[in-house]
């Protein structure tokens, strides 16, 4: 019996490491596979994760595109985007980027005009509803050297000034990279008001200076513009324009002597800030009996600069009061004496609320105006909106103290302004 008790308890002994390590591989076999679906629960919940943040996003984008543009400041790309806007970094530009296309470019600027100064008549106002600028553009690069700007306006036929239809006809040639030969009719390289488009200007008009400095802000004459900021470090956002013109006010030459031109421009992106200085030496025809020709020297300074949210545009031009107004045959203005001087003032601030909301207020001064000698000063207070990249709409109140006689007046104290392009 004791011996039969002894050889069971052996081979239980024997049986009992097995079954030890047969439990502990079932152990292990069990931590793995808790542990692999803990890595596939894992990978679920990152999964869902990202769904969520997908679908969190376009309920978001679905919202604002109900609720309307939303201010996207301080965005860097947006405050980029309205430094642009203010320093008008391709002010002045050729035509090299853009294909020339059988379809125009259309512009239509409407306006409401109401309240007129004190001192206008019946005859230096223009009254309720009026269509400002009606034009038509082509302008592209037609080869590798070549590329050509031709626009032509409506709006001046119902006036009476058929003369004026073409604004702009001329040729360019690409030497290089950086070099461009212009030869037409085109903008003259003064100053930042005359080069700024219409289509894009948030005040009414320009300065009171352009219209009698440079009515229809053309001429006819050769034009060679370099910019060189591809040449080094230094010399980055530098453009030169360097021109001979008719000095006529852009129509047939009525003397033998040319105007020259000269302007040089710098934009300082990091700032950001542009500063530009231009001149015009020339001659203008006098009144009969004033003894001959003129000067027609002008002498100018531009600045355009960002602060936040704060766009500042300032500019002077000083020079030989103009004799003549914009026309075909010479229209002399009242006041003009050989020897007098012309200087103006212009200081313009722009504060953007919102992505596509601005208020500016603008101060804007003439002295000794060529028609009625006077010093003729100006305030704007108005508000823009962008309704796309390619529409603007303004309200404008100024108060002024004088009529003014250019082609681009304004002497009422309210205007509304609609601008379409496409």
Not at 53 to 73: F, N
Not at 75 to 90: G, N
Not at 306 to 329: C, H, K, N, Q, W
């Amino acid at each position: 019996m004791i011996m039969t008790r002894l050889i069971a308890l052996a081979a239980l002994g024997l049986c009992l490491p097995d079954q030890v390590l047969a439990q502990a591989e079932t152990r292990e076999a069990r931590i793995a596979t808790l542990e692999r679906q803990l890595r596939t629960a894992q990978a679920q919940v990152a999964e869902l994760e990202a769904v969520v943040s997908t679908l969190m996003t376009e309920v978001t984008a679905l919202k604002e595109a109900d609720e309307g543009p939303v201010d996207v400041r301080p965005d860097v790309e947006a405050q980029d985007s309205y430094a642009d806007r203010v320093l008008v970094t391709d002010l002045g530009h050729d035509e090299r980027e853009e294909e020339l296309t059988p379809r125009p470019e259309l512009f239509v600027q409407t306006r409401y005009h109401a309240n007129p100064i004190d001192e206008a008549t019946e005859e230096d106002v223009t009254r309720n509803f009026g269509l400002n600028r009606m034009e038509l553009r082509w302008a592209g690069r037609v080869s590798e050297r070549l590329g050509m700007g031709y626009e032509i306006q409506y709006h001046p036929a119902p006036d009476g000034a058929p003369e004026e239809l073409v604004n702009d006809a001329y040729a360019e040639y690409y030497a290089n990279d950086a070099i461009t030969l212009r030869v037409g009719q085109f903008v003259k390289p003064f100053g930042f008001d005359i080069q700024h488009s219409s289509s894009d200007r948030e005040s009414p008009e320009r300065g009171i200076f352009a219209g009698y400095f440079f009515p229809g802000q053309r001429d006819r004459g050769a034009m060679i513009s370099a910019n060189l900021g591809g040449l080094a470090a230094w010399s980055s956002g530098l453009s030169i324009y360097a021109g001979v013109f008719n000095g006529n006010r852009f129509f047939n030459d009525n003397n033998s002597d040319l105007n020259y031109n000269l302007r040089v421009r710098k934009v300082f992106d990091a700032i950001p800030l542009a500063v530009g200085a231009s001149v015009q030496l020339g001659t203008q025809i006098a009144p009969p009996g004033l003894g001959g020709d003129a000067d027609e020297d002008l002498y100018g300074l531009d600045i355009q600069y960002v602060i936040g949210r704060l766009g500042i545009r300032g500019e002077y031009v000083r020079g030989d009061m103009p004799s003549t107004f914009l026309a075909l045959e010479p229209e002399f203005a009242p006041a003009f004496a050989p020897g007098e001087t012309s200087s103006a003032t212009t200081a313009f601030f722009n504060y953007n609320l919102t992505a596509n909301d601005d208020i500016y207020w603008r101060w804007d001064r003439f002295e000794n105006d060529p028609v009625t000698g006077n010093d003729i000063r100006a305030f704007n207070l108005g508000y823009t909106r962008r309704l796309a990249d390619n529409s603007l709409i303004g309200i404008d109140y100024q108060r002024k103290n004088d009529v003014t006689f250019n082609d681009d007046e304004l002497n009422t104290k309210l205007s509304v302004t609609w601008n379409l392009e496409y």
